[in-house]
């Protein structure tokens, strides 16, 4: 069986902008490999992040991003609890991440991904078993076959 994904939220973001059509590409096949697999998974921070970040971009938008979110809802979020931010605390010092990837970093583990979908951190990157993927850098077959 191949090992879940988490998602960032930039890339949930880059599927829906128009502004560069390779990153948009690149992420709707991520997207949609994700689903058809059904190893995405989601914090409630990237969901928060999301819909924060759809509303600055596209304020008409309102509904298709909650229609979004609520589709989102069955990536299994992982809700950011006690342990979870005492884990990014340390992931934070001891590598030297900003805080908000650290919370990223740690949500995924909690949730035992092995990969995390982001461009914010260096490609093939390992972080205490979570191998860190751009999706620019490499297909979904890449994983998911």
Not at 91 to 108: E, G, K, P, T, Y
Request: aromatic share 10%.
């Amino acid at each position: 069986m191949t090992a879940a994904i988490f998602v960032d939220t930039n890339v949930l973001l880059y599927a829906l902008d128009h502004a560069d059509q390779r990153k948009q590409t690149a992420a709707r096949l991520w997207r949609d490999a994700l689903w058809k697999s059904r190893l995405g998974r989601i914090s409630f921070q990237v969901l928060e992040e999301f819909y924060v970040q759809v509303m600055k971009k596209w304020p008409n938008a309102r509904e298709a991003a909650r229609g979004e979110i609520r589709d989102l809802l069955t990536w299994q979020p992982v809700e950011i609890r006690g342990e979870i931010l005492e884990r990014a605390w340390r992931l934070q010092d001891r590598f030297q991440l900003s805080f908000w990837d650290a919370l990223i970093v740690a949500a995924a583990q909690s949730s035992s991904c092995r990969y995390l979908l982001t461009e914010d951190l260096q490609h093939d990157q390992e972080i205490d078993g979570l191998r860190i993927v751009s999706p620019f850098a490499c297909e979904p077959d890449s994983l998911l076959s």
